[in-house]
């Protein structure tokens, strides 16, 4: 008999949600992990940076605090207070998850393991384990590969989002490389915290695949903001001069700066897994290609999460864990569904996006209407802020379903979850129109846009 009926590889999130799950079906699970139990979003992800969002959102909340016959004393940052307070909670995080595998009976391996076939592994103890089913769940890292006809030497001197968070002391200045979501987040972040922000990003606009106003709305906002962005161009060479920094850019820019912070892509965590003994076959990136029920080719061997690069999100990992376990070990076959996720983007503002874009619904044949609104949040008509917001609702000519909703400005991650919800119900411009407003709120746009911007056809 095997050691274990489920092994997993990895306990992220989507790791944890697997072998808590199955264990709680009864499995025998072990668990290795050669980090800390909780992965990337609990350890080194969206947990401590959104905790650096609401750090760095203080400055401009007491600026505008002023404005609300608040008299704030002079400002004072420290950061080391913040980054310590941070990773302390990343700390209470990890024990509460391993703590969670613990009361589950889930036996955690405090290191790497490495297949050795399609029912075994090997710890790096050297220590051997079977396992009826094997689970990979390793997720991904940043990659320091710089350039895109050839790799360019300084990829060494450049922090990740990794080391961001183990800072002794912010830069006066920041030269951020890259356009998604990581990217941006630091960005605004270390703007926030009074860092001078550069971002360098090789497309025409940040957010590839967003709806082009978020796009365009982003841009402006940082524009007005003071943080300076070149667009259009990539690094050809980065050294260390002195103290500094010097980067060039394929524009023949060159740039100083105290810390470069590489945002640029992350590559599937399968490089030291030795999957080839197990017979697992791997994609162009190294991600572990699965089916729709998360099975590889392997028998008995499945992939979750962000090492099956399919959506890079932690919600993702846990629904992808959930399907994964009622699979394996409850004996009905079920599907990630994948459609209609809601995501946000934690900027200053926020971006919050569920369905489709613009773009994307033309692509697929949909004649569309789309209302789109732009305006200025109340708690800017004293602050005398010149920071707008903006909704656009994507809606199906033929259905009146609405196909998508787009959102820039405060509090956007918040609203867009609950439209998520009327989006996966189906929901219709009618239904939206029916509903009474909460005012005054800047969510009530949504139920009160009457007047179509425009319409288009694919």
């Known amino acids: 008999m095997a050691d274990f009926d489920l092994f997993v590889i990895g306990a992220g999130s989507g790791g944890v949600r697997a072998a808590r799950v199955s264990a709680a079906y009864g499995a025998r699970v072990g668990i290795a992990e050669e980090h800390k139990v909780g992965g990337t979003c609990v350890i080194r ?40 307070n941070v990773l302390a909670e990343v700390s209470r995080l990890e024990g509460a998850y391993t703590d969670t595998l613990t009361n589950h009976d889930v036996t955690i391996f405090h290191e790497r393991a490495e297949l050795t076939g399609p029912n075994s592994l090997r710890l790096a103890s050297g220590k051997e384990v079977t396992a009826d089913k094997i689970l990979i769940a390793t997720g991904n890292r940043p990659t320091r590969e710089l350039g895109t006809t050839h790799v360019i030497p300084g990829g060494d001197l450049c922090i990740t989002s990794d080391e961001a968070f183990h800072l002794d002391k912010l830069p006066g200045r920041i030269l951020i490389a890259g356009g998604g979501y990581i990217a941006l987040e630091f960005a605004h972040i270390f703007h926030g915290l009074g860092v001078e922000v550069s971002l360098i990003y090789r497309g025409e606009k940040v957010l590839r695949g967003f709806d082009d106003d978020i796009r365009d709305s982003l841009q402006d906002s940082m524009q007005k903001r003071g943080l300076h962005v070149a667009l259009g161009c990539e690094f050809t060479k980065i050294e260390r001069r002195g103290d500094c920094l010097h980067a060039e850019t394929s524009k023949g820019d060159v740039i100083e700066t105290d810390e470069i912070m590489l945002a640029i892509g992350r590559a599937p965590n399968t490089e030291m897994l030795h999957v080839e003994k197990a017979g697992v076959e791997l994609g162009r990136r190294g991600e572990v290609k699965v089916d729709r029920f998360s099975r590889t080719n392997a028998e008995h061997i499945y992939a979750i999460g962000d090492v099956t690069d399919r959506v890079q999100l932690t919600p993702v990992a846990i629904h992808e864990a959930m399907c994964f376990a009622k699979t394996a070990f409850e004996g009905k076959p079920t599907a990630p569904d994948h459609e209609n996720i809601a995501t946000a983007v934690f900027t200053t503002p926020e971006i919050g996006v569920v369905g489709m874009s613009e773009m994307k619904a033309l692509g697929l044949g949909h004649a569309i209407d789309v209302y789109k609104s732009t305006f200025t949040p109340l708690r800017h008509t004293l602050t005398g802020s010149k920071e707008k917001m903006m909704m656009k609702l994507i809606i199906d000519q033929k259905t009146d379903k609405m196909l998508g909703c787009h959102i820039f400005g405060y509090a956007a991650a918040e609203i867009i979850q609950v439209v998520g919800v009327a989006l996966k119900m189906g929901a219709t411009k009618a239904d939206f129109d029916a509903t009474i407003a909460l005012h005054p709120s800047a969510a009530e746009e949504l139920v009160t846009m009457r007047a179509k911007s425009y319409s288009k056809a694919p």
């Open 45 to 84: 992800g969206c947990v401590p940076k959104k905790l650096l969002v609401y750090g760095a959102h203080f400055a401009e909340d007491l600026d505008d605090a002023a404005m609300f016959g608040w008299d704030v004393p002079t400002k004072r940052f420290d950061w080391q207070v913040l980054r310590d």
